[in-house]
């Protein structure tokens, strides 16, 4: 069974490859283009987060606890 960690990450990565194929939608628009660079950042490092609180959770004492 998944915990909620690793289906966060998975809906993030599935959120980073509709990112990419929208990013192709508007090649010339630099506005648009610029707001998916930054969400695409955001979610980065929102999957870099939900990562290190995965790998905290199930790596430690402390997730010998939880699940």
């Not at 969400?39 to 997730?63: C, D, H, K, P, R």
């Amino acid at each position: 069974m998944s915990n909620p960690f690793d289906l966060s990450m998975y809906a993030l990565v599935g959120v980073m490859a509709i990112i990419a194929v929208a990013s192709t939608w508007y090649p010339k628009d630099r506005k648009i283009n610029f707001y998916i660079f930054l969400l695409s950042i955001v979610t980065f490092l929102g999957l870099v987060v939900l990562g290190f609180l995965n790998w905290f959770i199930e790596g430690s004492a402390y997730g010998a606890l939880v699940s």
